[in-house]
């Protein structure tokens, strides 16, 4: 029997309510049920999560390095976006 | 890709670890910074992993309940740190399969430490307090590591361990305030167990062939030679303070260094244990293969009812 046929999971655990799920790791189960017990099991131990989430890692469709260039380097200059751009008198002090 | 293609790539990969940048999976990085992290990752793993036979001989005989539930969360840690690992380790393109196979077919390695016994309660005292504190200095080294998903498993393991540690020299403390025949017990342990946790650094400097490229890609932090002497001046001081004695008779406090000198490690028992030839090196790797083994209708049959759970639900969905 080869593990392998075990897919893979992605785990996203909440820590508390008011946060998000946040990728913490991944584990091998052969279905979701398990994949949920296991990922208590491995990623909850000392009370890191309210929540979690388990995901098939082939279901991620994910970006590649190769693209980072062309998804990201358009916000490069676009300064304007920040408040720092703007500038205003000493007076005003928080906005 | 040509080699001038291959050149300029590597140029740009080590400029981005010479900038503290981690390395990410789909990154592109050298075969061999791939090759040498699925090493050191898996036999990293495969350590966390045989690390819970030798403790494991003692969680039914643990002498009270406190004792017994704190070892049995300490080994429960170490399966999980496996777990964190391995899964590291996937991430550059081995299997989980390969992984085991090659601790199962011995071509892989893990920590010789754990080819030693646990004879007396006293060991499990030590293996917290020297065992795991020795490994926690090399841990605590690596959370700054290059490779992303290793350093971010070194970060949860360092938080996790250090109740490890605490509960290791606790368990010696209770000792050595308890009988005369406790307190040789507890003595006795450290007897048995101080070389071999220093040898748990690996060879010196000067014989360590690996060092050098592992430092460039900040796959190491500090030498094997730097990382022992930090641990032996900590350490020290925490035997004195419970009444232990050091088995070491050239332990000494060098004023003009800042450190304790001592003595020389035996060598040729460390390379005797690497090459398979330690008290349990044979019984280690036969546990190992047997729980794989027996686990083997495990895996099935997991495998078989989620095939038939799919296929009912598709049904009932057709329906």
Redesign the interface.
Known sequence: ??????P?WEVFIRSRSGLEHRHC????A??AK?ALENAR???T??NEGVSIWVVPSAQIT?S??EEQAELFDPAADKAYRHPTFYVLPEEVRHM | MNEAQTTSLEEVFNRRIDAEEKIEPKDWMPEKYRKTHIRQISQHAHSEIVGMLPEGNWISRAPTLRRKVALLAKVQDEAGHGLYLYSAAETLGISRDELLDQLHDGTAKYSSIFNYPTLTWADIGAIGWLVDGAAIMNQVALINTSYGPYSRAMVRICKEESFHQRQGYEILMTLMKGTDEQRAMAQDALDRWWWPSLMMFGPRDDESPNTAQSMRWKLKRKSNDELRQAFVDQTVPQAELIGLRIPDPALCWNEERGHYDFGEIDWDEFRQVVQGNGPCNRERLEARRAAHRNGTWVREAALAHAAKQADRDSLRKAI
């Open positions: 029997m080869i593990m392998n046929d075990w893979l790791g991944s584990l091998h052969a279905d398990m099991d491995v990623y131990r000392r994910a590649q390095p």
